[in-house]
């Protein structure tokens, strides 16, 4: 299994619609990371880790799983950049492939030096567009294919049963 572990507030702030959320909310863009990381686990079907930077921040150092995600604050004076580097050298074996979601320079060398791949930023969000849009694209397939009468009926009468159907008159 391949697992991307993803830099959180680098990826916020390099995201712009995660950008401008920040500047309202920073849970508001941290929730859309989250949420976008569900969906990019789902489909690709990629371990999907991110790591929130709680460097100078008493008392935290904790996991949870959401929505298929699994998030880690990292732990007093610990940055999110040492937490990425401890996992990729730790998760990467014979059988899985670590990438790293992060447009910090110095970052990305290390962790090449960990034997784990990079995803910047950028390329992280190009993939996910697309991934939204095909999936887009699936739900309206999906959607017009169940609303398809096996039936083959004249658009008035199609439409007549579709207002029946939702309780129009």
Partial sequence: MDILLVDGYNIIGAWPELEALKKHSLADARSKLIEKMSEYCAYTGMKVIIVFD?????GLDKKKKQAGVEIIYTKEMETADERIE?????LQNIRTKVYVATS???EQWTIFSKGALRKSARELLIEMESI???IEKKVKKTQQERFNSKI?????VAEMFEKWRRGDK
């Fill in 54 to 58: 709680a460097h100078m921040v008493k």
């Fill in 86 to 90: 401890k996992l990729a050298q730790s």
């Fill in 104 to 106: 910090d320079y110095t």
């Fill in 132 to 134: 939204e849009k095909r």
């Fill in 152 to 156: 083959k009926l004249s658009d008035d």
